[in-house]
């Protein structure tokens, strides 16, 4: 059986995890808050029952959140992406879910060879309950023939009390399931598709799986055709499941606020350099270096900054220095001196297999010697002890807790 993992309300979850004072209360994630401009980004339950939605402006709930006392999130998709790390990694330690892939920054996939429905609800609930104590995270999930029929399963986990957060579709169960699925709620079904099918009559999921292969071929293309065989119990639909991680960040929250930019690089150096050596560990390569920095948005009484800058390589590569010296070149572009900073991160994209990698005579050359020393520097670390060797940038480890 396919097994779909959703993390619930996600956003927000990962924020209540770390700010549990504000649980049980209406609470958002919001983009660009600090400006005024932002728009809502996700919700928990107790907002959406005051009649918050997502993707509304903030200006225009400006009643609503005063009247409700509704606590406001800053987005912090660095912080989302460590938590689905998390999330990702519980299940991995179960070991009891086969090719389990990440879909989304808050879906998961993969497969439980097992029959039997009872060991597989005991199965799955085992899961639910490691993610939730392991991480803070809520999630729901869905168990089907198909992808599409376990994301159909999820919709009723998460939106019927009853399943307690665990829906398993049967084959027996599956023509009751489908007819009661709005047809613009089946995974794949856009808008424009949705209105040429309510044009057609179909309005449920059972109307659409009962429809004549012909007339799903003529009107729906391939893509509606294995959205029809899914919805039929036959699998037919397949994920790209990337053998790396797609991105990979490094980020922190000082325990003081420094305004010095020496401070910064010193950071940052570390982080860009813990990113290239996960790089390494994959055997993969980056385009893109991006680094933010944040001040305290706990402090009202400070000024408030935060900024990102990207920086694109000339030639994907994993070297530490080549990594290190981006970060600082965008740490530079974006750093204002007088605020006072209290994060920064470090977050690799455009990331790809190292083979593939086209360089050119001259990179060719300074990149084998560079390779064999990353090669040489990761290998003492690995035996001797994270760091022992780094560059004279990152600076001196200090011993015991900072002040």
């Not at 999630?139 to 089907?144: D, H, I, L, R, T």
């Not at 009853?162 to 009661?180: F, M, N, Q, V, W």
């Not at 929250?253 to 150096?269: G, H, R």
């Not at 893109?288 to 800058?309: C, E, F, G």
Request: with cysteine; aromatic share 8%; charged share 25%.
């Amino acid at each position: 059986m396919i097994l779909h993992i959703d993390c619930n309300n996600f956003f927000v979850s990962c924020e209540l995890v770390l700010h549990p004072e504000s649980a049980n209360r209406p609470a958002i994630v919001a983009n660009n808050n600090e400006s005024g401009g932002g728009i809502i980004l996700a919700l928990n339950k107790e907002a959406k029952s005051i009649g918050l939605k997502r993707g509304t402006p903030i200006f225009k709930a400006k009643e609503i959140l005063a009247k409700y006392s509704v606590t406001i999130f800053q987005a912090d998709h660095y912080r989302y992406e460590k938590f689905s790390e998390q999330v990702m990694q519980c299940v991995k330690d179960l070991d009891i879910v086969l090719d389990f892939t990440q879909y989304s920054i808050d879906e998961f996939f993969g497969n439980l060879p097992i029959d039997d429905t009872e060991e597989l609800k005991d199965y799955v609930q085992k899961i639910k309950n490691h993610i939730n104590e392991s991480t803070g995270i809520a999630v729901s999930c869905g168990c089907a023939q198909t992808y599409t029929l376990a994301k159909m399963a999820t919709h009723y986990a998460k939106k019927y009390a009853g399943y307690h957060g665990i829906c398993i579709i049967t084959p027996d169960k599956r023509e009751r399931a489908l007819s009661l699925l709005p047809i613009e709620d089946v995974w794949g079904i856009g808008r424009k598709t949705r209105d040429s099918m309510k044009f057609y009559g179909i309005g449920s999921a059972l109307d659409f799986a009962s429809c004549n292969e012909s007339f799903v071929k003529r009107n729906y293309g391939t893509t509606g055709l294995h959205t029809w065989l899914e919805l039929r119990g036959t699998p037919c639909i397949k994920l790209d499941r990337p053998k790396w991680q797609q991105s990979i960040s490094q980020s922190r929250t000082f325990a003081y606020m420094t305004d010095d930019i020496n401070v910064l690089i010193q950071e940052i150096s570390n982080y860009a350099s813990a990113c290239a050596t996960k790089l390494r560990a994959q055997n993969t390569v980056c385009k893109s270096v991006m680094v933010i920095i944040n001040t305290n948005r706990h402090r009202n009484d400070l000024p408030q900054y935060n900024n990102k800058a990207v920086i694109k390589l000339s030639t994907p590569c994993n070297d530490s220095p080549s990594i290190i010296k981006a970060a600082i070149t965008a740490l530079n572009q974006i750093y204002l001196p007088k605020f006072q900073y209290k994060r920064a991160g470090v977050i690799l994209s455009d990331i790809s297999v190292n083979d593939a990698v086209q360089l050119n005579i001259f990179e060719a050359i300074y990149d084998g010697k560079q390779s064999k020393l990353m090669q040489t520097i990761d290998s003492i670390n690995s035996k001797f002890g994270k760091e022992k060797i780094h560059l004279a940038i990152q600076g001196v480890k200090k011993q015991g807790k900072q002040k």
